[in-house]
C-alpha cells in the first residue's frame, strides 16, 4: 500500500531563515505531487504540483519554491522566511488517469516568528 | 473558472441526527467531485468521490454524498451523526486538465453535540 510522510511534523523559524520541508511517497511510481498551504485552519491554497523528476509548475508567485529531486520526493524551500509564510503546509500525490484521488500527508505546521 | 462553494461555515447537529454538509460546484464539462474530511492538525482523508454513474455515493464511515446535476450540488449526508465525526469537510472539485489540480472550497465546520 502507498504511503506519504512529511517531515517535520513542526517547526519554529525565525524571520529571514531558510526553509526545507520534505514529503516522499513510498508504494508508487511516477505520482503526481502537490505542495498546498492552510493558513488559519480553512482554505487550501495549491502552492506547486509536479508530473514528474524536476517538473515543477508554480501557482502563485511568492517566497516559495520547490524541487523533486527523485520520483517520490518533493521538497518546499524558501532562502528567507516570512511572517506570511506561516501556517499548515501539506503535501498530496496522485496517480493514474482522470477523475484520481488526491491522498494527504499529515502536514508541517510551520510558525515563523 | 472552475469553482466550488460551501455556504455554511459550521453545522451544527446532535448526535443520532441526520447531518448534510453543502457543496455546489461550477464546472465546464463533467465534474469530478471528492470530499475530503479534516481532523485538528492532521492531514486530509479521503472520504467518498463521484466520477460517473450512480447519483447517490457511498464513502468511508458511512457517509455518502448525492450528486445533483441540475442543481449542481454535491452534498454531503450521514443519516446518523457521531460526536466523533465533528471535523472540518472540504468540498473539491477536480480542474479540466491533466494535472489532476483539486479546487477545494472554504471547508464546513461539523460541530456534532452528545
Known amino acids: 500500500s502507498q504511503t506519504i510522510h512529511q517531515w517535520p511534523a513542526t517547526l519554529v523559524q525565525p524571520v529571514g531563515s531558510p526553509l526545507s520541508l520534505e514529503c516522499t511517497v513510498e508504494?508508487?511510481?511516477?505520482?503526481?505531487l502537490y505542495w498546498y498551504r492552510q493558513a488559519a485552519g480553512r482554505g487550501l491554497q495549491l502552492l506547486f504540483y509536479?508530473?514528474?523528476?524536476?517538473?515543477i509548475s508554480s501557482e502563485v508567485p511568492q517566497n516559495l519554491s520547490a524541487s523533486r529531486p527523485q520520483d517520490r520526493q518533493f521538497i518546499l524551500s524558501s532562502k528567507k522566511l516570512l511572517l506570511s509564510d506561516s501556517g499548515f503546509y501539506l503535501c498530496?500525490?496522485?496517480?493514474?488517469?482522470?477523475?484520481?484521488?488526491?491522498?494527504f500527508g499529515p502536514g508541517t505546521r510551520l510558525l515563523v516568528l | 473558472a472552475q469553482s466550488v462553494a460551501q455556504p455554511e461555515d459550521q453545522v451544527n447537529v446532535a448526535e443520532g441526527n441526520p447531518l448534510t454538509v453543502k457543496c455546489t460546484y461550477s464546472?465546464?464539462?463533467?465534474?469530478?467531485l471528492f470530499w475530503y474530511v479534516q481532523y485538528p492538525n492532521r492531514g486530509l482523508q479521503f472520504l467518498l468521490k463521484?466520477?460517473?454513474?450512480?447519483?447517490l455515493v457511498k464513502g468511508s464511515y458511512g457517509f455518502e454524498a448525492e450528486f445533483n446535476k441540475s442543481q449542481t450540488s454535491f452534498h454531503l449526508k450521514k443519516p446518523s451523526a457521531l460526536v466523533s465525526d465533528s471535523a472540518l469537510y472540504f468540498c473539491a472539485v477536480r480542474e479540466a486538465s491533466n494535472t489532476g489540480k483539486l479546487i477545494f472550497g472554504q471547508g464546513t465546520t461539523l460541530q456534532v453535540k452528545p
Open positions: 498530496a500525490w496522485s496517480i493514474g488517469g482522470f477523475g484520481e484521488t488526491q491522498y
Open positions: 508504494g508508487t511510481s511516477n505520482p503526481n
Open positions: 464546472v465546464s464539462g463533467n465534474p469530478y
Open positions: 509536479s508530473v514528474g523528476i524536476g517538473q
Open positions: 463521484y466520477i460517473t454513474g450512480d447519483n
